[in-house]
């Protein structure tokens, strides 16, 4: 599971994507269901959408294979968690908390739902029928 922008050509290619672009908002980001995805283990009891305080939106261009779960809620949406299967595993890659601690209301307090998120995640991660 990564969720900072690290700038390393190997885990780019892992997660499928570089992410170049930001935005830093004052309010709490809306997380969207991507309607698409019906069953996937991450999104197990977890809302239809929900608000974190992660203070920026990042973005990139993405691989064709990734999974959007949750994405932003306008007219061109970014992707908020994304899910691939890369060679013999998984990864997760989630908005929150990127830039600054301080930004990062979502971790550091940490919310309900990003916890839930976090252990859905970790859990598909971890079995390996999915």
Excluded at 73 to 101: F, H, I, M, T
Excluded at 109 to 118: A, G, K, R, S, V
Aim: proline share 4%.
């Amino acid at each position: 599971i990564i969720y900072k922008r690290v700038r390393n050509n190997k885990l780019e290619t892992i997660f499928g994507c570089q992410l170049t672009n930001f935005q830093r908002v004052e309010d709490k980001v809306k997380y969207m269901k991507n309607t698409a995805i019906k069953d996937h283990p991450i999104l197990k009891e977890l809302p239809e959408s929900f608000e974190l305080n992660d203070g920026e939106i990042i973005w990139g261009n993405w691989a064709n294979d990734i999974i959007c779960l949750y994405q932003t809620d306008e007219q061109n949406p970014k992707p908020l968690v994304v899910a691939r299967q890369y060679s013999n595993g998984k990864v997760v890659w989630l908005n929150s908390g990127d830039k600054r601690d301080s930004l990062a209301g979502s971790i550091s307090l940490p919310e309900d739902n990003f916890m839930n998120l976090l252990r859905n995640s970790i859990n598909w991660l971890i079995k390996h029928d999915d």
